[in-house]
């Protein structure tokens, strides 16, 4: 260890104290990560908070391998040590839906008198075709619901380009029909906060929280600043639960009731995002008439396009232009919506792949400007074109075919600004960037 610390010194690193093992171990300062090493370090932080908080838990993980996750098992077998002294148990699984059915059952723990522990927060993994795979355990999984002090994060590893599957995979359309909430991180340290997050929710709501993995993010590393990830993730002491609650009881008999609690907690998801959200304003600018929101990856390409035409947050909040960036992809938090369309005139929705945010702002603002948006009259601006995979006259704009990636968004871009705002016309510069 002494030689680890005179040898960062020496390099002069900015945490001249760095050891190996921080990675998983630091609770402060910068760390270097991996998208895999992070779902280790999931498991740690999460048994850590709940011990700093009084919470006897035990933690379960369970899944399937397979790109881009598949160094998961490697990984945490590789810190069997650690997990074991934090009462984590990792049982790799010979198929996805035993792996589902096995967390399912870890959320019965809470509910028995026999336990040994207050709790225990599950967490599942597997790729595209696994999700499809183990679509039934899944479905149950979130009906049956995770437990108040427990909780379950399924990680779902997204091939969008079909690197090395059989096909291109799109998870969230599945994932929304069941009935799970989904968060999607752009990059490494934000699936540590939208992880902890996603627990935080899975406890409040009952759902089962899906965390979109994808091979940029996952397989990718990055210096992550631990001090920056805190958040306020307590359950709002507001919130009034049904007759009967949304948490996993035993028995739970089939019956209507389970599809009515299973709309309750997508009910209760998009209470605690009102209240505790990842969703971030980029570029508020008040005076905007345009804006655009993006998700995920997308939002790093994005910026990568800005960055190209050389045009800074600054520029676009003077020239009137707003950015947001959605964090919890499903169900979308729309008094945040709300406020962010005000005044718009036309939103543009960059998301990779399918219209999972594009479609979901389009049917809350379907019906307003001709008539009414609830009890009173439709304000100017109140339903603003919403375009991104078409455009306001429905002709294609940003493909849903393969992935996407600041080359193919450029032009698209750097078109709609000179569109919309004049003085940010870069379309010049396009040719630069973009390959013939």
């Not at 990830?229 to 209507?256: F, I, K, T, V």
């Not at 450029?410 to 510069?429: G, K, N, S, T, Y």
Request: hydrophobic content about 45%; aromatic content about 6%.
């Amino acid at each position: 260890m002494d030689m680890q610390v005179l040898g960062a010194r020496a390099a002069g690193l900015p945490n001249g104290d760095y050891l190996l093992g921080d990675e998983l171990d630091a609770t402060s300062g910068q760390i270097y990560l991996t998208g895999t090493q992070a779902i280790a370090r999931l498991l740690l932080d999460q048994a850590r908070s709940d011990a700093a908080r009084g919470l006897k838990t035990a933690g379960f993980a369970s899944g399937y391998r397979g790109s881009p996750l598949g160094g998961v098992d490697q990984q945490l077998w590789s810190v069997a040590a650690r997990l074991k002294a934090q009462r984590i148990e990792f049982l790799p699984a010979i198929n996805e839906e035993l792996a589902a059915t096995a967390v399912l059952g870890t959320q019965r723990v809470e509910a028995d008198p026999r336990r040994e522990v207050d709790a225990v927060f599950g967490l599942w993994y597997g790729k595209g075709p696994g999700v499809d795979r183990a679509g039934d355990a899944l479905r149950h999984g979130n009906a049956y619901g995770s437990s108040a002090n427990g909780g379950v994060i399924a990680v779902i590893g997204d091939d969008h380009g079909c690197v090395s599957s059989s096909m291109s995979a799109q998870s969230e359309f599945s994932l929304m029909a069941w009935g799970l909430p989904i968060v999607n991180p752009a990059n490494v340290a934000e699936m540590l906060s939208f992880g902890r997050y996603g627990w935080a929710l899975s406890r409040f709501s009952g759902a089962w929280v899906a965390l979109k993995a994808i091979s940029e993010t996952v397989e990718s590393g990055s210096t992550v600043d631990l001090d920056e990830l805190e958040g306020d993730w307590s359950a709002p002491l507001d919130y009034q639960s049904p007759a009967g609650g949304l948490h996993m009881r035993w028995p739970d008999l089939p019956s209507l009731a389970i599809e009515v609690r299973l709309a309750a907690k997508l009910d209760a998801a998009r209470y605690f995002a009102a209240r505790r959200s990842i969703d971030r304003s980029i570029c508020a600018s008040p005076q905007a008439n345009v804006g655009i929101v993006t998700c995920g990856k997308a939002h790093l390409d994005l910026m990568e396009v800005f960055r190209r035409l050389g045009i800074s947050i600054a520029e676009l909040d003077a020239a009137g232009v707003r950015i947001y960036k959605v964090g919890l992809s499903f169900p979308l938090e729309m008094g945040r919506i709300d406020e962010f369309v005000s005044g718009l005139r036309e939103v543009l929705v960059v998301e990779e792949k399918g219209p999972v945010v594009e479609g979901q702002i389009k049917e809350h603002l379907y019906n307003r400007g001709a008539g009414s948006a609830g009890d009173r009259p439709a304000a100017a601006g109140d339903r603003p074109s919403v375009i991104g995979k078409t455009d306001a006259l429905g002709a294609p704009l940003i493909s849903g075919l393969g992935e996407l990636r600041p080359s193919r968004l450029l032009p698209i871009v750097a078109q709609w600004l000179a569109q919309h705002v004049p003085q940010l016309d870069r379309r010049e510069q396009v040719v630069d960037f973009v390959a013939p």
